[in-house]
């Protein structure tokens, strides 16, 4: 990500979701909470992302936006879509368990914690990212209001996850904690990803969770999503938003010790969780991970 900017793929993927939300067939996946507040932080970011915000809304974009998702990765804003919606549903069953804390990792313009705040009045909500994005959701959030969510601006590629920052904001270790990392490991190298996932380990109470999503590592070494198209590789490369690790389902449980996976969600999963989209195509090659400790 360029060190001033909001990440372009953050930016791409709020956008995604206020389309998907104004699209009749798809409204159902993106909820209004959700669809709201994404457009609040395109709104606020710039005069051309809310020009955006407005233009994905209307009917005679959706041809377009599927044109575009033919030659660049096909599914990849249901697989967007689904993806959080997966994650909800986890994070909001450890939350009907007990778990406190959420924490989110590069939260990026995710509406989870405002969702999430609303239905479980006790729960306290971290978001970490970089100070560039971060600040936009800040802005966006003002307005909404998001009163148990504390922002940590940090760096994770560069100065991984400040521990003092994060207990000194009101993070009690010693609670079970729901860490949630969705669209971000794989921007990082694999010695980052295995230093930031220890730090989570040494900051989590037995019982607490991490919930993350990996690119699968295809055979010929690349990370990438199984239809994504050479024009997206240029995107990311250009935009510093290249993706730098990848790993299979088999290599995974070492990898992360001492957590322990207790399942993967992959896009078979994310067809049967929503059976009127069954005939959709939905892009593959990310994949949820569930792990505890």
């Not at 104004?22 to 996946?29: G, Q, T």
């Not at 989110?104 to 978001?127: N, R, V, Y």
């Not at 560069?158 to 521990?163: E, I, P, T």
């Amino acid at each position: 990500m360029q060190h001033e900017q909001a990440s372009r793929t953050a930016l791409l993927i709020a956008a995604s979701l206020v389309l998907l939300h104004h699209n009749p067939k798809y409204s159902r996946i993106v909820s209004k909470t959700s669809a709201d507040l994404c457009a609040q932080v395109l709104e606020k970011h710039s005069s051309q992302t809310r020009l955006f915000s407005k233009i994905v809304r209307q009917t005679w974009f959706r041809p377009i936006a599927k044109l575009i998702e033919r030659i660049t990765i096909p599914g990849i804003l249901v697989h967007y879509a689904l993806r959080k919606k997966c994650i909800r549903e986890v994070a909001r069953s450890a939350l009907a368990n007990g778990v406190a804390q959420v924490v989110i990792l590069g939260a990026g313009f995710d509406p989870l914690s405002s969702e999430l705040q609303e239905e479980f009045p006790t729960a306290l909500f971290w978001e970490i990212d970089h100070p560039a994005t971060q600040r936009h959701k800040v802005r966006a959030c003002s307005k909404i209001g998001i009163e148990r969510v504390h922002f940590v601006a940090v760096d994770l590629g560069a100065a991984g996850l400040d521990r003092e920052a994060l207990i000194s904001s009101g993070f009690d270790p010693v609670k079970r904690t729901f860490w949630i990392a969705e669209g971000l490991l794989m921007y990082f190298p694999a010695d980052i990803v295995s230093s930031l996932i220890r730090t989570l380990s040494s900051l989590s109470a037995p019982g607490s969770q991490l919930v993350f999503t990996f690119m699968e590592k295809q055979r010929d070494g690349h990370i990438r999503f199984d239809s994504q198209t050479k024009l997206v590789d240029w995107w990311l490369r250009t935009r510093g938003e290249p993706f730098l690790w990848g790993t299979s389902q088999g290599e995974l449980a070492e990898f992360i010790g001492p957590w322990r996976v207790i399942r993967f969600f992959d896009d078979n999963y994310f067809r049967d969780m929503q059976s009127e989209l069954a005939d959709e195509v939905i892009a593959k090659g990310e994949v949820i991970c569930l792990a505890e400790i």
